[in-house]
């Protein structure tokens, strides 16, 4: 008789890696009839490179031509815009502007314009002074010309994925978080993976591991077809008051190394800009520098002036998973039946249903055959951005825990009551906006400790 343990552990894609490309490979194969795994090391979700981002929805007017980035990014767009209604994902529709503050920059405008319209961003077009100000108003005068890209949006980084594996999960796929895959072997169409909690059989691996998917790739094959360059990104945000100042994402005029820095509109009320672009070897930890930080303020109060009289909400650093070279890095083995979708950068919350379509195909190519399911359970997340009514602005919510974000207890009780509730008090944030605001946590952890007894690890902890 067959092991009932070993059959649980069996199936037919393990993907490895629980940040939103990750997410949204389980979602799309889950959705199409196999049987799914996600394997994540950290105790959450987001717990690596994805929690930390611009949250920019990106059309691809700038990405490279014919590249790989390009057809991903804009298949999840579409996907994105099809499928936010009833998964319950918001969109904050600002267009965006690359402007040129300086001649040097005004030159290659009309290059910028001419790539997006080669990739098939037909609205985007070339404005002058004039729009620019009747449109943003408190922009500093210096700005002298821009490329207006009307389809560049705000969404919530961290609902989308939550999303995404929701509803896998929701439709039979399984989470293993702090489970990190420490080898594994490929023998009679199959992979044995070696785990931190125990054997996994998979008969395909599909690595999303972001910031380890190089180590991971020569785990399992003996060699890596990339190398990971972390590339940290610092951020600072503005207080709720700066979002009456800007309407538009403000975009730089990009160079070799960089997309440089942004001025956004955020989805839960603020402002930030960032990221900066800073290389360095450890994969962990991203710190954040005064000296670099008040660079970024003086950065954003050059753009928009009034920016001088609010005061910072919060910094926060974040790490890219950017490679040796510029393009994402893909590696397909049919031999071993291993998928690796690596250099995920910046785009990769635009891209990320896109390249779930991708995996999908190549997996088909390697031989996965699945069936569609017939009616997929859809599973909306609540709310958590400032674009649709918020769980405050109803009866019954029971106390309010977190005034600086208005976050109630129901939130927060039901946040543990989900398909994938969250395993650490960063999940809790990404999912309730607990602890994020003014305070940071000050006035409102002791009560947050309580309510999550039990539920985290580690636990926090609870005043007596």
């Known amino acids: 008789m067959a092991d009932p343990a070993a059959k649980c552990n069996s199936y037919d894609v393990a993907v490895i890696g629980g940040g939103v490309v990750g997410c949204a490979v389980a979602r799309r194969l889950t959705l199409d009839g196999a049987r799914v795994v996600l394997v994540e090391k950290g105790g959450d979700i987001l717990s690596g490179a994805s929690k930390a981002n611009s949250a920019l929805l990106h059309t691809g007017f700038d990405a490279p031509r014919g590249s790989l980035e390009l057809a991903c990014m804009q298949q999840g767009y579409a996907e994105y815009l099809a499928i936010r209604a009833e998964l319950n994902l918001p969109l904050l529709e600002t267009g965006g502007m690359v402007i040129a503050w300086t001649q040097e920059q005004q030159a290659k405008l009309p290059s910028i314009l001419a790539q997006a319209h080669v990739n098939g961003v037909a609205d985007a077009r070339l404005i002058d002074a004039d729009a620019i100000h009747a449109r943003e108003p408190a922009l500093d005068r210096r700005a002298l010309s821009a490329v207006l890209v009307p389809g560049e949006h705000v969404i919530d980084p961290w609902s989308a994925p939550l999303a995404y594996l929701t509803q896998a999960v929701a439709n039979g796929a399984d989470f293993r978080r702090r489970t990190e895959v420490i080898g594994g072997r490929f023998a009679n169409g199959a992979w044995s993976l070696d785990t931190t909690t125990g054997p996994i059989a998979a008969r395909y691996v599909v690595n999303c591991a972001g910031l380890f998917g190089d180590r991971l790739e020569a785990a399992l094959l003996g060699d890596a077809s990339f190398t990971i ?236």
């Open 229 to 464: 360059k972390p590339r940290k990104g610092q951020f600072l945000v503005f207080d709720k008051m700066a979002a009456r100042m800007l309407r538009t994402i403000i975009l730089p005029v990009p160079t070799e190394r960089t997309k440089g820095v942004v001025l956004a509109r955020t989805a839960f009320g603020n402002v930030l800009v960032g990221p900066t672009a800073e290389e360095q070897d450890d994969r962990e930890h991203a710190t954040v520098e005064q000296d670099t930080l008040e660079g970024l303020r003086q950065a954003a109060i050059a753009m928009v002036p009034a920016l001088a009289d609010v005061q910072v909400n919060a910094v926060y650093a974040g790490l890219r998973p950017a490679s040796e070279q510029k393009h994402y890095r893909t590696r397909r083995d049919d031999e071993r039946n291993f998928l690796s979708l690596g250099g995920i950068r910046s785009t990769g919350l635009t891209a990320a249903l896109g390249l779930a379509q991708y995996a999908r195909g190549q997996l088909a190519q390697m031989g996965l055959d699945a069936v569609p399911l017939a009616a997929p359970a859809i599973t909306p997340v609540p709310n958590i951005s400032e674009m649709a009514p918020r769980d405050w602005q109803a009866d019954g919510h029971g106390a309010m825990v977190c005034h600086c974000e208005l976050v109630t207890e129901r939130e927060i009780v039901a946040a543990f009551a989900t398909p994938v509730p969250p395993g650490e008090l960063g999940g809790l944030k990404r999912r309730t906006r607990a602890c994020m605001g003014r305070c940071q946590g000050f006035y409102c952890s002791a009560q947050v400790a309580r309510l999550s007894e039990g539920h985290l690890t580690p636990a926090m902890a609870v005043a007596s």
